[in-house]
Each structure stands twice: as structure tokens, then as C-alpha cells.
């Protein structure tokens, strides 16, 4: 036996032997199983050797020091003697700063050399020819059949509200206006919550908790700052977007500069939903709720894929918003439950969770410091100031404010958007403190083996009651529905009327609307493809991954936006050299600086490089009235 083992052996029963001994919550969400492998099979197993954090809670058992072991994305395993006869797995959450016990277990003989491996570890046993494996195993417990009711009648529903629309079109023989923009007669309080329920996604409801448990509320700071910055968009810049009597957002990038830079920013658009953003909200779900049920995660995938694909397909415009409705009382409505079960659940209730979020600065909400690696106050005014003049770039948003009956109701829009997003993503930011409240202090009940991205659904799964769990399951659901739609029928439309409608000499009504209908199927397919395959990755944070990507696809038709709004000497030769300097800029620096700060840098760079290039060439000769928010509006739309 090695003299380094001896010694931790000795250590251990003298400790063990003491006359106080340490007591140790066992984790009941995984099970402690070992196997015997094959030489052949060992020397496949992959060596997972980390170190514990610096500064980290002390064991309350002596370690090996050399054999720690990863677990999931916050997790480290330890190694320790139970007694004589048998060890025990130690499990350490590297955010919440405690210990807990996984279960002990015995070797068929005495160890002579251990490997740290993914999700245990690797002992090669004297006078044993194969190697044992003892490893961490989930528990995974299935769903009641209420939960199952509630889930699955939720899913109908959408496809009736589908269903409905696509008759009532077909009733009133729908055009290319009713299918896009709802027939520009959906109700300004259902723009504004639809508009909420698009922005919010699978993101704000798994990530953000997921988020600030891990951090604190730093970013919630974007939307304090930036509701101020919707009172401009509403007065000043959906007017005159609206005055133009668009369908596709893009169009005024043509109108204002070239054909190119409308062609441009619509490709890059559909480039980003279907490869970024509806991959993210049908993958983050669906890594939710197979943690919640066991359910395959592709399997998953699938199943939202299909329903948002029928319902967006068959009901255009209209059920996409009419959804949108319904799924901001499901969504918030979850939310609600769910952090009301986790007060109750932490001793102490509210003042407890307060009390323990003050202490660990888990609800710091302003950072005034100048590293750019952090999402500074200086970061967040950066962002607000580039993302204002830049609001128009999203399709998904516009086509409900173009939806409305009038500047006045697309006004009010706006406004009941900056009225619900403050309350909205301080009731997401909350839930992840709470649960690292309730986690800190019953460390025993959190899974080890999950990421960090699962932590809120693994709690609605674990914690919660039958019948409330596929309430939330549902708004998890919903959460990601209403984003998938909104972006199924955005590419659609950007498909038909930017490339189909401006590009063909024999473009029809019809043929517009089959178009559509073949795309949103296609957008549909390709979205599920991607987010299966995200399932082979290990993505550490999917909020910080969706703001690299948006500024590596979106900065740089985001800055055209200013460059054609608030400047009139900017050309389209500036604009397309804008957006190169962009895309290298948000690539240059998505290493080196936090992901907030991406996407200002990128734009700013549009903008500089567009307005000062532009000087390179001949200005714009067309007139601008209208086209700018300083101008006057033109005498007819």
C-alpha cells in the first residue's frame, strides 16, 4: 500500500474515531454504483483531474488530494473514507460553496491506485485483473399522468388557436397583409404582450434563473436603464417607421440606401434565427424538461418543433400573437408558483432568502468598476445607447407594431411593453436568487449532475406538487412557443416579401402566401435539426452564447439602422463596409470581453466605419424626408 494512502487512512479514523463526528446530508437525487470494466475499457475512459476553487468551504472529510473529479458544470467530486471496509463520494457545488454526501459504497478489495474520471472515478484493486468504476448516477423519477394532462391539453390548445385563425382567414379570404401582419387589426394591449412574450422566451424563463443564480442581477440593469429608452422608440422612431407602410422591417434599408443592404440584413437575419436563436429556445426547454420527466431531450425537441411549426403554419400572424397572449399568463403564471415554493421551502421565508442574497452580494444590480470583462453600469449604458437607435433591426418585434390599427395604438404598444418587461425580468432574476437561498441551505436536494442551465427545472421536478409541475412545465413551453412562432413566421415573411416579391417579375399574391407556407415548414425543420445538435455540446452559459451571437450576426445591420435614422451624409457603400468592420469586430473581441459588451462594440463600429467611409463616396442625391428622425415626414406615405 503507498505511504500516501496510509497516511489519509490513518487521518480519517483518527478523525472518524473522534468524539464528535461530522454529520453529512445525503444527496437523494443520485444513486452511488459501481461496476467492473475490461482493461480495454479502462484505458477508454477519459481522466477528468480538476481542482477545487480557490477559497473554497474545507472539506468536512479529508480528501485524497490528488483524485478530485468534475461533475456537471458547478460540481466537484471527492473521495473519503467512510471506514475501515468502504468509502464515500463527496459531491462540492462550486456556486452555492457547500458539501454534501453522495452514499458510500465498498471496493472488492484494497485500492492501490485511483483515477479521477467524469462522474466518479477509476480503481484499479489489488489482485483484481479489471479495474472497478464507481460512479454518480441520476435518479430520474417519471411524471404523474396530471402533469401529463396539463402539458398535453396546453399543447391542443395552441394547435385550436391555429386551427381557429386558419379558418377564420379562409373565411375572409386572406392576403399576404392578414397572413404577415394579422390583417394590421390586432388590439394595441395584445401587440404590447405579445411583444413581451416574444423578448422573454425560454431565455428569460430557464437562462435568467439560471443566471443569477450563478452571478447576481448585474444585467438586470439593461432593462431598468433601457425602459426609458422605449419612451423614444415610441414617439419618435415607430412613427416613422410606420409612415412607410412596410411589412418587411429590411425595406427601409432599401429605401433609405440600396437594394444590396436590404437583401443583406434580411439574409443575415434568417441566418441568425434559424441557426441561433429558435435552436436556443427549442434546445433550453427541452434540456428542461427531459431533467423534469427523463423524456429523451431530442424527442423533446421534436415534439415543441412540430406543434409551433402547425400552429404558426396553418394560423399566420394572428395565432402567433393570439398565442402570445395566452402564453404570457402561462409563462407568468408558472413563474409565479414557482417562487412561491421556493419562499415557503427556505426556513425563514423571504426574509431568510433576502438576508442570504445581502450577505453574498447575489442581488447586486450596478457595478461601477471599468472591467470590461463584467457587465458594468458603463457596459449597460452602452448598450441602451446603441440599442435605442438600433430597435427596428428586429423583425420579430416590428411586425407587432406594424400589426396595429394606428400610429396611436402602435404607440401604446411600445408602452405596455416598458410597463410589463421591469416587473417581468425582476420576477425571473428573483427565482434564481431564491434558489440559491433554498439551495445554500438544503445543499442535499440539488442534483449534481445537471447543468447549471437546469437548475430551475430540476427544482420544479424535485420540489414541487403534482399538478403545478406541468403547470410550469407548460409555461416552460410557452416560453419557448411564442419565441419559435414569432421567428418561424418572421423568416417566412423576410423570405417572400424581401427575396421572392423584390426579386421575381411574376410575383402573385398566392404564390407569396405558398411560399411562405413552404418556408415556415423548412424554418421549422432546419431550427430542430440545430438544436439537436446542440445537445453534443456543452454550452457553460446559452445566455452569454445568444449575445455572442447576436453581435457577431446582428451588429452590423443593427448599426445601418443608425447610420439611415440619425445621419444623412451615410451611404450604402458606408453601410455595407459598416457591417464588414462589424462582424470582425464582435469575432476580434468575443475572447476577450464580456459577452454585454459585444454587441454595442459591434454596432459602434458599424456606425463608425459606415459614417466616415461614407465620405469616401458620393452622398445620398434622394430625398431623406421621412427617413430620418430629425426629418420632416413626407406629405403622403
Known amino acids: 500500500m503507498p505511504n500516501s494512502l496510509l497516511r489519509f487512512i490513518v487521518t480519517s479514523l483518527l478523525l472518524l474515531g473522534g468524539s464528535t463526528a461530522t454529520v453529512l446530508a445525503e444527496n437523494e437525487l443520485v444513486d452511488v454504483r459501481s461496476r467492473i470494466v475490461t482493461s480495454t475499457e479502462a484505458t477508454n475512459i477519459v481522466t477528468e483531474v480538476t481542482d477545487l476553487p480557490d477559497g473554497h468551504a474545507p472539506s468536512p472529510f479529508p480528501l485524497y488530494s490528488d483524485v478530485t473529479s468534475g461533475s456537471g458544470q458547478a460540481f466537484f467530486l471527492g473521495l473519503t473514507r467512510a471506514d475501515d471496509s468502504s468509502f464515500k463520494l463527496l459531491t462540492y457545488h462550486a456556486i452555492t460553496d457547500t458539501w454534501v454526501s453522495a452514499g458510500s459504497f465498498e471496493l472488492p478489495g484494497e485500492p492501490i491506485k485511483i483515477q479521477p474520471i467524469d462522474r466518479g472515478f477509476l480503481f484499479e484493486i489489488e489482485g483484481q485483473a479489471s479495474p472497478t468504476v464507481v460512479e454518480l448516477v441520476q435518479t430520474v423519477t417519471s411524471l404523474p399522468m396530471i402533469d401529463w394532462i396539463m402539458i398535453t391539453g396546453y399543447l391542443l390548445a395552441m394547435l385550436g388557436v391555429g386551427w381557429y385563425c386558419y379558418n377564420r382567414e379562409k373565411r375572409e379570404a386572406g392576403s399576404t397583409t392578414d397572413y404577415f401582419l394579422a390583417g394590421r387589426d390586432v388590439p394595441w394591449w395584445a401587440a404590447g404582450l405579445s411583444l413581451y412574450a416574444t423578448g422573454t422566451s425560454a431565455i428569460s424563463f430557464i437562462a435568467i434563473p439560471a443566471l443569477s443564480f450563478r452571478t447576481d442581477w448585474l444585467y438586470l440593469s439593461q432593462q431598468c436603464v433601457g425602459v426609458f429608452g422605449l419612451l423614444f422608440v415610441a414617439y419618435k422612431i415607430i412613427p416613422m417607421i410606420r ?103 427556505v426556513d425563514g421565508g423571504i426574509t431568510e432568502i433576502i438576508s442570504i442574497a445581502n450577505a453574498e452580494d447575489k442581488a447586486k444590480l450596478f457595478d461601477l468598476s471599468w472591467d470590461f470583462a463584467t457587465p458594468t453600469i458603463w457596459a449597460i449604458l452602452l448598450v441602451v445607447a446603441t440599442d435605442v437607435p438600433t430597435w427596428p433591426k428586429e423583425q420579430v418585434m416590428m411586425q407587432r407594431v406594424l400589426a396595429t390599427r394606428d400610429d396611436k395604438e402602435a404607440r401604446s404598444s411600445v408602452l405596455t411593453l416598458a410597463a410589463v ?99 415556415t415548414i423548412l424554418a421549422g425543420i432546419i431550427s430542430t435539426v440545430v438544436a439537436v445538435l446542440f445537445t453534443f455540446f456543452d454550452i457553460k452559459s446559452m445566455f452569454d452564447a445568444m449575445l455572442q451571437l447576436t453581435a457577431i450576426l446582428g451588429g452590423g445591420f443593427a448599426g445601418t439602422y443608425a447610420l439611415g435614422m440619425f445621419t444623412r451624409r451615410a451611404n450604402w ?15 476580434f473581441l468575443a475572447p476577450h470581453v464580456s459577452p454585454i459588451l459585444l454587441n454595442p462594440a459591434a454596432v459602434a463600429s458599424c456606425m463608425i466605419v459606415g459614417y466616415f467611409s461614407s465620405y469616401l463616396f458620393p452622398a445620398p442625391t434622394r430625398s431623406l424626408k421621412g427617413l430620418t428622425v430629425l426629418s420632416e415626414s413626407p406629405e403622403t406615405p
Open 243 to 345: 409612415r412607410l407602410n412596410l411589412i418587411s422591417i429590411y425595406n427601409y434599408l432599401e429605401i433609405r440606401f440600396h437594394p444590396s443592404i436590404r437583401l443583406m440584413a434580411s439574409a443575415l437575419v434568417i441566418l441568425f434565427q434559424l441557426v441561433g436563436r429558435l435552436s436556443v429556445v427549442l434546445y433550453l426547454p427541452a434540456l428542461a424538461i427531459a431533467s423534469v420527466t427523463g423524456a429523451n431531450v431530442v424527442m423533446c425537441i421534436v415534439l415543441m418543433g412540430i406543434v409551433t411549426t402547425i400552429y404558426t403554419l396553418i394560423g399566420g400572424m394572428k395565432a402567433v400573437i393570439w398565442t402570445d397572449v395566452i402564453q404570457v399568463f402561462v409563462m407568468v403564471g408558472g413563474a409565479l408558483f414557482a417562487i412561491g415554493y421556493v419562499i415557503v421551502g
Open 421 to 519: 418587461v421591469i416587473p417581468g425580468s425582476f420576477l425571473f432574476y428573483s427565482i434564481g436568487t431564491a434558489l440559491y437561498a433554498f439551495y445554500k441551505t438544503h445543499p442535499e436536494r440539488l442534483n449534481p449532475l445537471i447543468d447549471t442551465d437546469a437548475t430551475f427545472p430540476v427544482f420544479i421536478a424535485a420540489e414541487l406538487p403534482m399538478g403545478i409541475t406541468g403547470l410550469i412545465i407548460a409555461g416552460l413551453f410557452a416560453a419557448s412557443m411564442s419565441t419559435l412562432s414569432s421567428g418561424l413566421n418572421s423568416v417566412a415573411t423576410l423570405t417572400s416579401v424581401d427575396f421572392y416579391e423584390r426579386l421575381s417579375k411574376n410575383s402573385t399574391e398566392a404564390k407569396s402566401l405558398r411560399l411562405a407556407y413552404i418556408v
Open 573 to 587: 457603400q458606408g453601410a455595407l463596409l459598416g457591417t464588414a468592420a462589424s462582424v470582425a469586430c464582435a469575432i
